[in-house]
């Protein structure tokens, strides 16, 4: 059997894979050796950016997110009953200006629900076990309950298959990084006595960092470092923790009257910080987990895994449709890769300050972050930066500017998202927008170009320039008013 990808994983990765590039039309396989999606909450944090590119795949995708979650507008860090820091989500450059607690159960269960509306269903306990790669398609032996085998014949390969992944060690790919010298524990608790609106909150504590996350009504994510370890990729080497154990961490480091019941959840973990060199092995690719796990602080791990995703779905869609030749797909590696990187950075330094010792070093810690993060800009900046709206790919191959010309935003750098606008790529092909005022130059090139371009023409974001926007939302190019050469050149290179 023939397909055009085939997905390996149906966790929130593959399945926004899988969605985007059925939406574009190419034939889709998306393969899960586990028998049903998780019942677990495991990833609980849908920020703000990831909202925004839910809305591209249609048919009230993010309001079913939004109505299936919990609005969180704020973010504390706290120390005993000082407050360090109180990061105003509801100021985050986005129509969400909110973080969105949601099980990641329901994650699965509402990605799913899309797919089933583009025809497309998770095969389960499927489990690819081989596969081969030629110049012109990837040979995959597929392993079904029931004992027998099958041989699929797909274009593309994508491993979406998580930190375990089976598709990464058969490419031979390192897996290089650490594991951080801490074990933690997870708990899903009911917790009463906690007041105020919902909020993320973090305490920094002198015995290490105890993280609240609000689920709805009275449940609530416990995540708390415990002591040293050394740990292997998501196993922490301490025993599952008990009820009577989340309290006492809740004792020493939470709010006074908290008190925890009704466990629904509890496990152990260690952190691992690692990454793949590559995200690109000629036909094959890797997403989410399978190419990156870092330290859970900030929630972003599912988020950009998902946005691993809509980054390449567009991409094999306009050289699959033959709009667009292969060497379009060398920027998913090198865009993703490079927001990885920062991310492992980011996230373990972050993890370090959370978990430092010494009551010196506490103190110290303490004071600076409490000057730093008091100042408005930088509350925003770290808004933003949680939220992902700053996410940008600066130093992308897909770039290009005209000299002198500076108006933001700039090429690499999220487009700003107006009021009753639609999205930019919402079609069932991915196109590029164009942000210009218009003059008789232009339907000339829209006639030239029309399988890459919107048929409407937008509002420029400033009266002085035009922008040529990526159908993820990132712009392409940004260029003087009138400069109509600049645009038939961008698109005669990448087609």
Known sequence: MKTDVLVVGAGPVGLTMAGELARYGLSVRIVDKDMARTDKSKAIVVWARTLELLDRMGSGCTESFVSAGLKAEAANILSGKDEIAHINLSHVDSPYKFVLMIAQSETERLLEAQLTTLGLNVERQTELTRFAATADCVSCTLAHSDGHEEKVEADWLIGCDGAHSTVRPQLGMGFEGNTLLNDWILADVHLDGIAGPPAINIYWHAEGVLALFPLGGTRYRVIADVGESAGSIGEGNRPTPTLAEVQQVLNVRGPQYARARD??????????????????????????????????????????????????????????????????????????????????????KATTMAVLKGGVKQAIRNHVAALVLGFPPVKHEVANLLSEVAVAYSDSPLNASRAHFHDPPKPGHRAPIRNNESPVGSGRTPRFALFAAVDAMLPPLREKWGNLLETAVREPFHSDGLWLVRPDGYVALAAKAGDWDAVDKYLARIS
């Not at 629904?264 to 092995?281: C, G, M, P, Q």
């Not at 895994?305 to 379009?328: I, R, T, Y």
């Open 263 to 348: 466990a629904v959840w509890l496990s152990a973990f260690s952190i691992n910080e690692r990454k793949v060199s590559d995200y690109r092995s000629g036909r094959i690719f890797l997403a989410g987990d399978a190419a990156h796990v870092h330290s859970p602080a900030g929630g972003q791990g599912m988020n950009t895994g998902m946005h691993d995703a809509f980054n390449l779905a567009w991409k094999l869609a306009l050289v699959a449709k033959g709009l667009c030749p292969a060497s379009l797909l060398d920027s998913y590696s090198a865009e993703r890769n490079h927001i990885a990187k920062l991310l492992l950075e980011a996230t373990g």
